[in-house]
């Protein structure tokens, strides 16, 4: 069974930074694209940026440029770097594979328990 551990949140003030970290068991990490997600309350959850196998990146029109995503796959490790926090940033942040689909990626596994990011204002 995959796990995923994500790390890193906290409460911030608005401008600050914050460095998540999210762990994947098992030897799929390096094959896989990888990507962290959030969900504020009340609303659907959402892909916020995304690396491939090989390193190429995306991400959400919300965060570009202020948010960096990053993997060391000798850590089975994937980061998000995250600068320039707004109040609209604060949701629980979460991490998995994915995999291309016809409409965008697809999740590959469970859920973790997340990690809670809060900015206030």
């Known amino acids: 069974q995959v796990q995923m551990v994500e790390s890193g949140g906290g409460l911030v003030q608005a401008g600050g930074s914050l460095r998540l970290s999210c762990a994947a068991s098992g030897s799929i990490f390096s094959i896989n694209a990888m990507g962290w997600y959030r969900q504020a309350p009340g609303k659907q959850r959402e892909l916020v940026a995304l690396?491939?196998?090989?390193?190429?990146?995306n991400y959400a029109d919300s965060v570009k440029g202020r948010f960096t995503i990053s993997r060391d796959n000798a850590k089975n490790t994937v980061y998000l770097q995250m600068n320039s926090l707004k109040p609209e940033d604060t949701a629980v942040y979460y991490c998995?594979?994915?995999?291309?689909?016809?409409?965008?990626?697809?999740?590959?596994?469970?859920w973790g328990q997340g990690t809670q990011v809060t900015v206030s204002s």
């Open positions: 998995n594979a994915a995999r291309p689909v016809a409409t965008g990626w697809s999740t590959m596994y469970d």
């Open positions: 690396i491939t196998s090989v390193g190429s990146t």
